[in-house]
């Protein structure tokens, strides 16, 4: 065991190819408006540190754990949702005078997921996993 990893390491060749790929993945659907910044410079450092072979497993458990958090933001914003919204907004106007919601409060849909979260998760995965 060396100080900073293990002889079994991705060496520098791969780790570079990893940041490029990781890079390059992501770049595109944030020109597009779709992913933030941040997203593909983790993922880019992700790959730096895990090699291509790594950014698989980190992709997949990522996109996994965001595909349930937008399922769960969907149906937060679902009609039933919003008539149990309303109804408590009204009920609290009229009880007090004080509004439940704030009209320049952003939706949950509007922010987006935070994915370099969920990304980190699945690099820690990646870690744990016997046999890289």
Known sequence: MLLFGSISDPAIVSRL????????????????????????????????FTGPAGLVTVWVVGSLLAFVHALAVRMQASAVWA??????ADLLH?????????????LAEERGIPYAAYLAVGLLVWIILPGK
Do not use: E, N, S
């Not at 190819?17 to 993922?43: C, E, H, Q, S, T």
């Not at 009229?94 to 952003?106: E, I, M, N, S």
């Open 17 to 48: 190819l990893g940041f490029i790929i990781g890079l390059l993945v992501m770049l595109p659907a944030y020109v597009l408006g779709r992913m933030g910044a941040g997203d593909v410079k983790f993922f880019a450092v992700t790959g730096l």
């Open 83 to 88: 008539v149990w919204r309303d109804h408590v």
């Open 94 to 106: 009229r009880l007090a005078g004080v509004t439940g919601l704030d009209p320049t409060r952003q």
